[in-house]
């Protein structure tokens, strides 16, 4: 008789994960979740793509800021479009 209690409550938590797991993966943009490998990647190909370049170290900070613009500017752009 035990087996069925455990079912259900087995059942109950995965239901409950799958529901966090897909309340994650929202399309907006937070600055301050954690991010994976690959979001890290995703964002250095934007940044270089908006004209960053690491190994510019004798422009870095105007280089930084400006990229950094271009890059709010998309993700704004973005974010106007998907609501």
Known sequence: MKLIPRMVLGA??????MSSAFAQ???AYDQNTPKTRAEVKADLVEWRKAGY???DWINYPANAI???RVVAQHRAQAQGTQQ
């Not at 109950?12 to 994960?17: D, E, S």
């Open 12 to 17: 109950l938590i995965g239901a409950a994960a």
């Open 25 to 27: 993966t929202s399309g």
């Open 53 to 55: 370049d690491p190994l």
């Open 66 to 68: 400006a990229a950094g």
